[in-house]
């Protein structure tokens, strides 16, 4: 059963950090790609980061500013997002999603491209 998993969100003080981790199942994540979005209350989900599989590359939202950083261990099956200098626009659930193959940096926001979505977690970044 082909499953994604995201956990480590909570209650973030502003300026605070949290590394949110997406378990996959049940498919390796040597061959896919992995994205990362976020649904704010009443906005849309947006793209925040992406890494493509086979090493293309790694990409983000320009309205991080350098805010975010998106690893992989395939090994452990497992993608992260570590979140630094968190506000609170930046609450939001957090979800990660999978498509096979590589992407470039004008696909990775594309959702639906991605074949499977985590159930999400959600992040509060508040005083």
């Known amino acids: 059963q082909v499953q994604l998993v995201e956990s480590g969100g909570g209650l973030v003080q502003p300026g605070g950090s949290v590394t949110l981790s997406c378990a996959a199942s049940g498919f390796s994540l040597d061959y896919y790609t992995i994205g990362w979005f976020r649904q704010a209350p009443g906005k849309e989900r947006e793209g925040v980061s992406c890494t493509s599989s086979s090493d293309v590359g790694t990409y983000y939202a320009d309205s991080l500013m350098g805010r975010f950083t998106v690893s992989r261990d395939n090994a452990k099956n497992t993608v992260y997002l570590q979140m630094k200098s968190l506000n609170d626009e930046d609450t939001a659930v957090y979800f990660c999603?999978?498509?096979?193959?590589?992407?470039?940096?004008?696909?990775?926001?594309?959702?639906?491209?991605?074949?499977?979505w985590g159930q999400g977690t959600q992040v509060t970044v508040s005083s």
């Open positions: 999603a999978a498509q096979a193959g590589p992407v470039f940096g004008w696909q990775w926001r594309n959702q639906e491209e991605y074949e499977y």
